[in-house]
C-alpha cells in the first residue's frame, strides 16, 4: 500500500508533558492514489462514508429506522436483513465507495492537474448507458418477483431461467451482456483516464454504478428458490454474469487498495479452476468445471459470501468503527507517548517503545504493514538516531508491528475470521492466545535488549520525553479498551462488546473537558476536546474509508475460498499431510507450516490466514490435533508471513521508512521474529501454551517456554548474561532453548542445565567471541 505524508513527526516542543514526541499518529495515512476532495464533492463522499458505515452499526445493532419513523421506504434500511442480502449490499457499498475514492494511478504532488483525454473520458461516460440499461433489467426482475404473479415452490418464488425461456433471454440480452460491458469497459479505460486529484473520473462512476446494479439484481434473484441451485448446471445464467462481473470489481478494487500480489495470487486460483482437469497428480480433477457453474458458485456462502465475508460485515468492520472513534480521541498518540514515558529510558529505548506501540496500535488496526506505516515513521528515526542500523530499525518495527496482529483482545481481524471458521467462541479464541502473545513480544524485547547491549547504546534522555506523572492523568484513554475486554469475558456478544467500547470511546472523548473544568491546570489546555454531533459523523465517515481496504480484500479472499471448496484442493493437501504423518508429524506440520508461509506472503493477514485455513488446517485437524491448535498454528505463520523473505510486505514498509534495502530488513526482520516460527510447534507439543490443563501446568509451560525464548534470543544475538559468547556456546544456547520450548518436565530439566553450563563455561573460561575451534593433522 503506498501512502504519502500524513505521517507523524518526532517533534521537541516544549509543553505541560515534557517534550511532544507523538503527534498525529491516529492520522489515517493518504493512498498515493487515493483522491482528495474539496466542496460539494468532499459533502458526496462523506455523507456515503458516514451512511455506510452508520448502515453496520444500525444493522449489527438491529436498529431498524422504518420502526423508528414509521415510514415504509424501500431505501430505509430494515432489520434483521437477511443474510446474503447484508454481505450482498455490504460488498456491493464498499465496491462503490472504493471506485469513487481510490484511483487506478498514484498521483503525484509534482505533476500539473490533468484535464484529461476526452476521448477516454467520452468512451467512459458512454458506458453509464449499458450499465443503466442493466439496472433497469434488475428493477424489472425485483418488481416481477416482488408481483406475486410467479409460481411459488416451498413457499419461494421460482425463477425460470432457463435455456429457452424468455427470462433466460432477457438475463442474458438485456442484463449480462451489457452489465460486463460495462464493467469490463470501465476497468480497462480506467486505466486510461486521467483527472486531477479532487475530480471524479467517469469510468469509475460506471464502476459504482455497475456495483449498485450488481447488488439489485443478486438480492431479487437470491430471494427467490434460484438460490438453491448455485453451484450446479442449472445456476441461473444471469447469476454468473453477475459474478463474473462482481469478482472483476473485487479484483480491481483490491489492486487498488493492496497491491498486486494479491489479485496474482488469485488470478493463479482462477486459472486453476479451469486447467485443473489437465493437471495430474494431487491438483488434478475429474472433469472441467463450465464458466457457468464456477462463477455461478463463486458469488455464494461458499465463496465471496462465505466466512470472509461473514466476518467483514460484522466484527472487522464495528471494530473499524471502535478504532475510529479511538483515533478521534487521539488514543494512538497516547499509547506511543505512554510507551515513550515507560521505556524510553532504556538501552536502545526507541526500539523498545517500538515493541510496546506496535503492539498496542497492532491490535487494533489489523494490518501489519499500515501499523509500520503509522508508528514507525515516529519510532524508526529515533532508533537510527540512538545507534541501530537502518536495516535493523526497520526489521524492529516491521517484527514489532506484526505481533500487533496476535496481541489479544482484539488480535487484528484474523482472530474473528477463526471464530467463525471454527465455531469457537471468540472469548476461548482471546484467553488462548495470552502466552503465544507475550512469548512473541518477550522475544522480541530479548532481542532487541541484547542488540543494545552489544553496541553499548544509551536510552533517551530524560528530557527528550514525554512526563510519565502527566501521561497518567490521561489513563482515562484506555478505559474503552478495559471495557471491551471486561464485557467480552462477562459473556456479552463481541458486538454487543464493540459497541458499549465504541459509545465508552465518545463519552470518555469529554473526559478532558469535565477534568480542565473541576480542576484547572489538571491537563493542557490543548487535550481533546469532547466528541461532539460533528466529530461523531466525522469518526463515521473516517470508519467508511477505513473499511474499504479490509473488505476488498476479504471478498478477494472469498473468490480463493471458493475455488479450494469447489474443486476440493484442500481436501487433497490433508490427504498429502496425513501421507506425512505416516513418516513422522514433525515433518507434516514443517510442510504446513510452508504452505500457509507461500499461501500468505504478499497478503494481509486477514486474506492470508482465511485461505490457509482453507487449505492446511483441515489436514492438520485429520491428524488429530485439536481444532483450536490447528488454527492458531496456521494463523501464526499466515501473521509472520509479513516478516518472512522474499515477499515481507511489513518489512518492505519498514525499509520506505528507514532508507534500507527491503530485502536485508525482511531478512533482519525475520530473524528478530524468529521466535514466531517456533512457538506454532510448542503449541503440538504442549497445548497448555493455550490454556488446555490445569493452572500448574499452564503457568510452568508459560514460564519454562519464556525462558526458553530468552535463551533462543542470547544464542541468536550473542549476547549471554552480559558479555559476547563464543559460536560454540550459541550453538548451545540454541539447543537448550529447543529444549525448554518442547514442554516436558525432562526436556525443561536438560535445558536448563545445558544453560547453567553454558553460564559457568563463560564466567569461568571466558571464551573469546571470536573463538574457533583449531583443525589440526588435516594434511
Known amino acids: 500500500m503506498n501512502t504519502e505524508d500524513k505521517k507523524p513527526d518526532a517533534t521537541t516542543e516544549d509543553g505541560p508533558l515534557g517534550v511532544v514526541v507523538a503527534e498525529g499518529v491516529d492520522e489515517e495515512p493518504v493512498e498515493a492514489n487515493r483522491r482528495l476532495f474539496t ?50 449490499v455490504h460488498i456491493s457499498g464498499a465496491l462503490a465507495l472504493g471506485y469513487l475514492l481510490f484511483s487506478a494511478h498514484a498521483f503525484s504532488d509534482d505533476a500539473p492537474a490533468r484535464s484529461g483525454n476526452r476521448i477516454v473520458t467520452l468512451v467512459a461516460g458512454l458506458l453509464a448507458i449499458p450499465a443503466l440499461v442493466a439496472g433497469a433489467t434488475a428493477i424489472g426482475f425485483l418488481n416481477m418477483i416482488n408481483s406475486g404473479e410467479l409460481p411459488q415452490m416451498g413457499g419461494l418464488t421460482t425463477w425460470a431461467a432457463f435455456p429457452g425461456t424468455e427470462i433466460y433471454q432477457t438475463e442474458v440480452r438485456w442484463f449480462g451482456i451489457p452489465l460486463l460491458i460495462a464493467t469490463l469497459g470501465a476497468i480497462l479505460t480506467g486505466w486510461f483516464e486521467r483527472r486531477d486529484r479532487g475530480q471524479f ?16 439484481y443478486l438480492v431479487a434473484i437470491y430471494g427467490t428458490a434460484a438460490r438453491n441451485s448455485v453451484g450446479t448446471p442449472f445456476v441461473p445464467i444471469g447469476v454468473a454474469f453477475a459474478a463474473t462481473a462482481g469478482s472483476a470489481l473485487i479484483l480491481e478494487l483490491t489492486r487498488r487498495v493492496a497491491g498486486l500480489a494479491l489479485v496474482v495470487i488469485t488470478g493463479v486460483f482462477l486459472a486453476y ?45 464495528l471494530f473499524i468503527i471502535f478504532a475510529a472513534f479511538l483515533q478521534a480521541s487521539k488514543v494512538g498518540d497516547y499509547f506511543v507517548n505512554f510507551a515513550f514515558a515507560a521505556a524510553g529510558r532504556a538501552r536502545g ?31 524508526i528515526p529515533l532508533m537510527k538516531k540512538v545507534g541501530y542500523q537502518r536495516k535493523t530499525a526497520g526489521a524492529i518495527e516491521a ?28 472469548q476461548e479464541i482471546a484467553i488462548a492466545a495470552i502466552i503465544p502473545a507475550i512469548l512473541y513480544f518477550a522475544s522480541i524485547y530479548f532481542m532487541v ?111 480463493i475460498v471458493g475455488v479450494i471448496s469447489l474443486t476440493g484442493v484442500g481436501a487433497r493437501f490433508s490427504a498429502v499431510l496425513l501421507d506425512l504423518a505416516g513418516v513422522s508429524q514433525l515433518i507434516a506440520l514443517f510442510f504446513a507450516m510452508c504452505i500457509a508461509i507461500l499461501l500468505g ?24 490435533i485439536p481444532t483450536l491448535t490447528a488454527h492458531f498454528f496456521v494463523f501464526y505463520f499466515a501473521v509472520v508471513s509479513a516478516i518472512t523473505p522474499p515477499v515481507a510486505l511489513a518489512s518492505y514498509a519498514a525499509a520506505g521508512i528507514s532508507g534500507a534495502n ?32 490445569t493452572w500448574v501446568e499452564v503457568i510452568r509451560a508459560g514460564l519454562t517456554a519464556t525462558f526458553g525464548v530468552f535463551l533462543l534470543s542470547a544464542g541468536v544475538q550473542g549476547w549471554f548474561m552480559g558479555a559476547r559468547s563464543a559460536w560454540f556456546l550459541r550453538a548451545g544456547l540454541v539447543v537448550a532453548a529447543l529444549f525448554m520450548i518442547e514442554g516436558g518436565l525432562v526436556t525443561d530439566l536438560v535445558g536448563l542445565g545445558a544453560a547453567v553450563g553454558i553460564y559457568f563455561i563463560q564466567r569461568l573460561f571466558h571464551p573469546r567471541p571470536d573463538a574457533t575451534i583449531p583443525v589440526r593433522g588435516a594434511d
Open 39 to 88: 466542496g460539494t464533492s468532499y459533502i458526496v463522499i462523506a455523507t456515503i462514508s458516514t451512511l455506510y458505515a452508520m448502515f453496520h452499526m444500525l444493522a449489527l445493532n438491529g436498529v431498524s429506522l422504518s420502526d423508528w419513523t414509521g415510514i415504509e421506504l424501500a431505501f430505509l434500511p430494515q432489520f434483521p436483513m437477511e443474510t446474503w442480502n447484508f454481505r450482498i
Open 449 to 559: 535488549d541484547f542488540e543494545a547491549a552489544k553496541l553499548n547504546m544509551r536510552g533517551m534522555r530524560e528530557d527528550e520525553l514525554p512526563k510519565l506523572a502527566a501521561l497518567l492523568k490521561q489513563i482515562y484513554l484506555f478505559v474503552p479498551i478495559i471495557i471491551l475486554i471486561v464485557a467480552l469475558f462477562l459473556g456479552y456478544s463481541v458486538i454487543r462488546a464493540g459497541t458499549l467500547a465504541t459509545v465508552a470511546a465518545a463519552v470518555i472523548s469529554w473526559m478532558p473537558v469535565l477534568m480542565i473544568r473541576l480542576f484547572p491546570g489538571s491537563l493542557p489546555e490543548a487535550a481533546v476536546a469532547g466528541m461532539g454531533p460533528r466529530s461523531i459523523l466525522k469518526a463515521f465517515e473516517l470508519a467508511g474509508v477505513m473499511s474499504i481496504q479490509i473488505i476488498a480484500v476479504c471478498a478477494c479472499a472469498g473468490i
Open 601 to 624: 506472503m504478499g497478503m494481509p493477514t486477514t486474506a492470508a490466514y482465511a485461505v490457509a485455513a482453507s487449505v492446511v488446517a483441515p489436514g492438520l485437524i485429520q491428524l488429530g
Open 273 to 317: 479452476t479451469f486447467t485443473a482437469h489437465l493437471l495430474p497428480g494431487i491438483l488434478a480433477v475429474q472433469s472441467s468445471f463450465t464458466w457457468q457453474r464456477f462463477f455461478g458458485f463463486v458469488y455464494t456462502d461458499a465463496g465471496i459470501l462465505g466466512p470472509t465475508t461473514a466476518v467483514s460485515s460484522t466484527y472487522i468492520i
Open 399 to 426: 517484527a514489532a508491528s506484526t505481533g500487533g496482529q496476535i496481541m489479544p483482545p482484539i488480535m487484528g481481524a484474523g482472530a474473528f475470521i477463526m471464530a467463525e471458521i471454527t465455531g469457537i467462541p471468540y
Open 662 to 693: 527491503p530485502m536485508e530488513t525482511s531478512v533482519a526482520s525475520f530473524k528478530i521474529g524468529l521466535a514466531a516460527f517456533i512457538v506454532p510447534f510448542m503449541f503440538f507439543y504442549n497445548s497448555a501454551l493455550l490454556m488446555d490443563g
Open 201 to 216: 473520473t467517469a469510468s469509475d462512476i460506471v464502476l459504482a454504478l455497475s456495483a449498485i446494479v450488481l447488488a439489485i
Open 349 to 379: 529505548g526507541p526500539a523498545k517503545v517500538a515493541i510496546f506501540a506496535s503492539g498496542l496500535m497492532g491490535m487494533i488496526n489489523g494490518t501489519s504493514a499500515g501499523n509500520v506505516v503509522a508508528t514507525g515513521s515516529l519510532t
